[in-house]
């Protein structure tokens, strides 16, 4: 289940799937990011796969925990 980033936060540091909107098209994109939270008011989140830095308040809207890899 998605979570807005505008509901909630994380509770711990670690990896997530997040949503990124680029512009007002409404285009999307997904990625794996990891989330570090330095203290109650500093965070940011960092997609690993080009490893830029994003502001919560920047283009990340969606972030929900990684599902479990399914059983045989």
């Not at 505008?6 to 994109?29: C, H, I, Q, W």
């Not at 109650?40 to 283009?59: F, K, M, P, R």
Request: proline share 6%.
């Amino acid at each position: 289940m998605w979570i807005s980033v505008k509901d909630r936060l994380p509770e711990k540091t670690g990896s997530f799937l997040v949503t990124r909107a680029f512009d007002n098209s409404g285009d999307r994109a997904y990625a794996v990011a990891t989330f570090t939270k330095w203290t109650d008011n500093c965070h940011a989140w960092c997609i690993e796969e080009d490893g830029d830095q994003l502001e919560v308040s920047d283009t990340l809207t969606h972030w929900m925990p990684i599902p479990e890899v399914p059983g045989d």
